[in-house]
């Protein structure tokens, strides 16, 4: 962590000798001062990845230029998919919440201590529980009620509320909704769940009362984007904590919040940091 | 985790034949439920240890008459240490904070989803940051500034508040003040505080610069007694988090808040159960 | 742990009012000292269950007629099941593998070191591998190979091995054959497996494969009672080591070795210690 | 982990603009295939680290070469610290070793599984209790016994022995004798040890039982570079393991076992595979 103004590329392209060179070679003709950076070679599908943070004053122009002759002169010759963003701007993260309140309150106290240096232009909820928690803090709430029969306009409303707070990201924390599939493709690589298990193990709702009837000694919790298959999609983090015989659905319920919040802000750091890179449906993870 | 009302019983007594007979022969011989059970027999004391949940319901008696009788049937004759408290009555936690938000957060998190039962009369700090965020809770907060030349009444104001409020427990929840001799004496076993650090190691002051000085590959953190020795009090619980060489004493600080937290709420759940029995500078944690 | 010769009581049986009193009282009737107790009562199937360790010369009788009035006077009053074992009779270990050496090396080691206080009367493979390695020991050493077509003759002969070594627990050392449903049968609650993922993810063949192409963060190994079903069987001890996105499965796969061979060692311990109560499919584990 | 031939660079210099550009442009001009590769910027010592792996038979030359190149072009220039190793000449690896077992079964079970791809040209004991052991295995055994009279002379003896074999590194795997400071001198970086506790508490003698008298929660082993001063040198990698109250010295001497093989053996292999780099009195390393 460091306190100074960076720029950080995130690419991937099909591995070649020299990638590295090339995109070195072009942040040092240009005096860029690489503050952090991360590479990997992935044999089995032979793709690169790479993440560099440069500080921004050692660079001889602004981020439109440097997006521009990095485009022209590296990502398009190695055939990129890349990006580069701007510490200083903040990514603006739209949460999601139902009933239960300890990924919220977390989330906040993160972001009141600037601990996340992010935005929270709004929280959505299919309950009212935490308006006034959430206003409170100045952040503006939206209760978006979803029942059976209103399903598709709730969807569309959030959606709407969505592209209107200028979202980035959208953070699921126990919103114990399944979303539309047309939301998930939409914001595709966008939007984080955390889910209350080890993924693959006890997809699907209930997870703790699932591990309870198998008797696992480890609970767990995943964080993950979503996609439009439940609880499948690319894994980010995750974490588990030690059970006993002793310990009913309800033990691990609570438990469990302690690993649910802890991973999920790992998750959500990584991906605001751009540490994460999508890799068919798994991810890269440059901590 | 269950939700009957209960009665726990917590004792140690030297150990000898037929301590366990007694103590359970008294709870069948009153039909007492017994829901939970633990012992533990300190082989180089020669020290018994013990702690009983026993169903208020199975039992013909109150609490009154339960607290009398095991003392006269039991306790005495067995020359033990004891208490026996009811579920039904929440304990009250006088919480002491400073300016890190993360245990504050963390604890009115668990406080509100009535996860941690207990009652929390007043929050006390030596800054105003928490003020408004304390009282939309509905919990009374006390300003209580402490400087060089203040610090003899400013403690003396804490135990004030502490006793009209009838406080049980007293949480230093990164409290950055070091109690008065005379508060640690009069609520020996009562305060319990969260050290950034797996102690022993890093006592004192800054330990995020002493484990970065020392290249540590793991931080911790440390919830104890307090007594008048700075951190030197019996150690509750600990945990800790992995760390690496691109982590500057900035990053442990924001790493470790996820720890401090989380092993504070888990210290402060142990005590609040009567799980906790002192013995000399260490403890007895019947998980 | 201590030294003294004991007796290891451990029991279940349907819960009610005074089980512990008529247990501990039989105890202390007869002056016995209590070294270690545990209890357990689950609340769900109304199911009581307990761990007693006697030291052996504080009972004024021998283990044959402790056994027959526990019997008498307490066990069968309470419909219990239960036994009572002396930690002077060691107890006798078959081990079995194929070709991999860490878990064979990990136990040749705790029980050459006293750690693992068992006989290892013999080790079985199919493959001679480790045939002079476990020779140097001092230990009996059978290949039994099996093919598709000797499959039936093999589990006979390994049966009739187990029983000439009068063996009391048959361990899978990472013995990569799925035994016959008549030896699962016939040893049930007495064959220890080591699974190499987390279950219930990743059953069956090759699970670091399947954690590679899921992309989980952790990887974990299972210990477990083996049972006609593959890797369904109850769970004694997981655990878990984080990986990442640079990690191939011939990773993982030296990863694993680790958490591999101190889960299986750590239950098999709890086992041999009489801690593993069976209860359906799960386990109830005094540790 | 990969099973190509490939070349190791390891290296450190001042911090400026242009290092990774100036390394990587090296390796493509000559078109070198980068297998993995790892920067580190310290901000706090302007330094830089970096570590990058290249299939040996990208490259138009053989390995004299290369250094000589790189120690020319990139080294030299940029006032490097620098080496490069090659994957198919296996390091020489001397243990010593005491009376315990683990550590000394867990490293010949990894070096006869090539697990770790070493050599080990000899081992060392101030007893004899393993040499028949070890003999086994077809390596020799040298037995120099430490006395307080001998010491001068037994750890001559040693370097001695070290020297014969080509040692490149030594492992003190449980060796419970402190080397001279000229030993120490002589194989600066050079030397491993395992302690049985999370440095730095607990350092010097008997650990576990330093631990079980403050009461702690959880134990640990640490892995480091042996220098003069006892315990203090640059950490490798440390772990740890849960206790509680009813966990004698014995006991945690016992589960300490398993943590100081686990974390001896991780560190050994970053060491050789050149992933610890030497910051002053810490390390940099690169897993």
Redesign the interface.
């Known amino acids: ?2 306190h100074d103004r960076f720029y950080t590329l995130s690419a991937s392209c099909p591995d070649r ?6 995109v ?2 072009f ?3 240009n ?14 599908t032979n793709r690169y990845f790479m993440r560099i943070e440069i500080k921004a004053d ?1 660079l001889p122009f602004q981020l439109a230029e440097l997006r521009e002759r990095f485009r022209r002169e590296v990502a398009e010759p190695l055939a990129m998919s890349w990006q580069i963003n701007d510490s200083a701007i903040r990514k603006r993260v739209v949460v999601l919440v139902s009933k ?3 990924c919220l ?2 989330l ?3 972001w ?2 600037r ?1 996340l240096d992010i935005e929270i232009p709004c929280v959505i909820s299919n309950h009212d529980n935490f308006k ?2 959430v206003e ?1 803090h100045g952040i503006p709430f939206h209760h978006v009620p979803v029942t059976a029969a209103s399903k598709t306009a709730a969807y569309a409303e959030i959606q709407r509320v969505f592209d209107d707070a200028r979202g980035d990201t959208m953070v699921l924390a126990r919103y114990m909704q399944i979303l539309s599939p047309d939301l998930c493709a939409a914001l595709s690589g966008r939007i984080i769940n955390i889910h209350h298990s ?5 997809a699907g709702a209930k997870p703790y009362h699932q591990a309870y009837a ?5 609970i ?1 919790a995943t964080c993950h984007y979503v996609t439009s298959e439940l609880d499948a999609g ?7 904590i030690r059970i ?5 659905p ?2 691990m319920l ?1 438990y469990g ?2 690993i649910e919040k ?1 991973v999920l ?1 790992r998750g959500l750091r990584y991906h605001l940091e751009d540490r994460v890179l999508m ?1 068919g ?5 440059f ?1």
């Open positions: 962590m460091h000798v020299g990638i590295t060179a090339r070195s070679g942040i040092a003709q005096d860029g001062w690489i503050v952090e950076s991360s590479f990997h070679a992935d044999a089995a050692s239960q309140e300890h309150y977390d906040l106290a993160r009141q201590a601990e006034s928690f409170w080890f993924l693959p193990s006890f198998r008797g696992v000694k480890l767990g690319p894994i980010i983090e995750q974490d588990v006993d015989h002793s310990d009913s309800d033990d609570r919040k302690d802890t802000a890799h449906n798994k991810t890269v993870v901590r």
